[in-house]
């Protein structure tokens, strides 16, 4: 990759200039035209290494989620992950090394739509949906530095609900879905939802200002550009344990997510949940060391869920559109 592609893509995942001219302002800190800025971005958006400039949406805010996950058998690993993939609302699907190993994000307008599209999932694979909805956020970024050493990323802070206005939701089902490359983007976001670019900008700011939108920016496809030995890493302990083992675990460089998660008596007992995105496996488990090593987590019970092939990422599901 080239320098500049790789300087432009490591400096604007989050932050993106909330201003008229978004791709001009991203020029002059790189040092070119606009015009380039728009032209690399295309480029890379068609190499697959792009997801999309735009936006994230904090879980279950605007819009209801949910950590999902399936026994499949090898054999119908293919038909399964087909079967998931037609369900508008996933987003994110993984097939990871555990006997739950098809994981995947189900979004939806809301609560009961949600249940409804796990209920087909169940139908149409004839598998029982392990269902684990987000408890507490501690980092939920994952805009982490593409170069350079590693460090830790910052705790999450809580979201404003206050925030959410009825009109805001068509806005971050589109930034969920991607912001066109063109000189004036909001120009032509605001005409799409009949508001002005003024108005498109203020309110983006202010969802990002009340972390309903947790970035802003360039969501890259990390798979793609390397980091292919991601894993996540479930923690056993009791649920009065979880704040300060999440807390200690988020600031560790290198954990790139933390989480809890709600666990099911009886299917699931890892109620803290991290991700760790490496290069190799061995990079993964020297990350995977340090966070053993804290005083919250030392002995505590864990499982390594590396995975090994993505089926799909894209934006969430906030309005019934899929993203």
């Known amino acids: 990759m080239e320098d500049l592609d790789l300087r432009m893509l490591d400096g604007f995942q989050r932050d993106l200039p909330l201003v008229p001219r978004p791709f001009a302002a991203m020029a002059r800190r790189l040092d070119t035209s606009e015009a380039g800025v728009i032209a690399r971005l295309t480029r890379l958006q068609a190499e697959g290494i792009v997801s999309r400039v735009g936006a994230t949406c904090r879980p279950n805010t605007a819009a209801a989620s949910t950590l999902a996950a399936l026994q499949v058998p090898a054999r119908r690993i293919e038909e399964v992950a087909a079967m998931v993939g037609t369900e508008p609302g996933v987003n994110h699907s993984y097939l990871r090394e555990d006997d739950w190993n098809l994981w995947f994000v189900a979004t939806a307008p809301d609560a009961e739509a949600l249940a409804a599209s796990l209920a087909r999932i169940e139908t149409a694979t ?152 490496a290069r190799s496996r061995a990079e993964a488990m020297e990350v995977l060391a340090q966070a053993r090593a804290l005083p919250a987590l030392m002995n505590v019970p864990h499982r390594i869920l590396f995975s090994t092939r993505c089926f799909r990422q894209r934006g969430a599901t906030i309005t019934g559109i899929a993203a």
Not at 132 to 150: C, E, M, Q, S
Not at 153 to 178: F, V
Not at 220 to 243: C, F, I, S, Y
Request: with cysteine; hydrophobic share 50%; net charge positive.
């Open 126 to 277: 004839g598998l029982s949906v392990l269902s684990l909805p987000l408890v507490r956020a501690f980092n939920i970024d994952l805009g982490f530095p593409l170069t350079g050493a590693r460090r830790a990323m910052a705790l999450d802070r809580p979201a404003d609900l206050e925030a959410l206005r009825p009109r805001d939701k068509p806005l971050m089902q589109a930034l969920s879905s991607g912001l066109a490359l063109i000189p004036r983007p909001f120009v032509a976001l605001g005409q799409a939802l009949h508001r002005s670019e003024a108005e498109i900008i203020s309110r983006i700011r202010a969802l990002a200002e009340a972390r309903l939108l947790t970035r802003v920016g360039v969501i890259v496809k990390h798979r793609a550009l390397g980091w292919t030995q991601n894993a996540m890493v479930v923690w056993r302990l009791p649920d009065t344990a979880v704040e300060a083992a999440g807390t200690a675990l988020a600031g560790v460089p290198g954990v790139t997510l933390c989480y809890q998660r709600q666990s099911v008596p009886g299917r699931w007992s890892w109620p803290l949940f991290c991700m760790i995105h």
